[in-house]
């Protein structure tokens, strides 16, 4: 099927952004209405350091793109991270090869790592296909972890974690 996943590079920079601003991508984010400017995005895209992107493509065509980044609160080590499709429809085959792929590399790179997701509780695909990857629902103390890792996380969402 020709199917790659590759870390993306500066020329990734401006779909990866189209892609993260798309509707159908934002109604599922933490901040729907946030459009992100180019300026800021370029900003988070040199000077994050600790942010890992990569994008799915399938015959050499961006498919999904997504990210990871090793977070340490209080001494414990965290893992977040997030994936979107590029475009509206077939998503899920996408986020199967993602979360295999990702899911094996991370488990090797943070071996002492808890990964935290949030998933908009009406996202009931999403928490279904996090649920089917070993992640179960998160300790309180690692909800309120989950609100400083992803600011504007509110009680419309699930947090679930996988160890």
């Known amino acids: 099927e020709g199917s790659n996943i590759r870390e993306c590079n500066i020329k990734d920079a401006f779909s990866f952004l189209l892609a993260r601003n798309s509707l159908h991508v934002r109604k599922f984010s933490t901040d729907p209405h946030h459009v992100i400017k180019w300026i800021d995005h370029i900003r988070w895209w040199i000077y994050a350091k600790d942010i890992f992107r990569f994008v799915l493509t399938i015959e050499n065509e961006p498919k999904a793109y997504f990210w990871h980044s090793s977070k340490c609160i209080d001494g414990r080590n965290y893992l977040i991270g997030g994936w979107f499709p590029v475009e509206s429809s077939n998503a899920f085959p996408f986020a199967i090869k993602i979360l295999n792929w990702q899911l094996k590399y991370c ?30 629902d998160a300790s309180s103390d690692l909800k309120l972890i989950a609100k400083e890792l992803f600011p504007g996380t509110t009680d419309d969402f699930i947090i679930l974690q996988r160890p």
């Open 107 to 136: 488990d090797s790179i943070y071996p002492n790592h808890i990964w935290i997701a949030t998933i908009q509780a009406h996202n009931q695909s999403v928490i279904a296909l996090n649920r089917r990857f070993g992640f179960v």
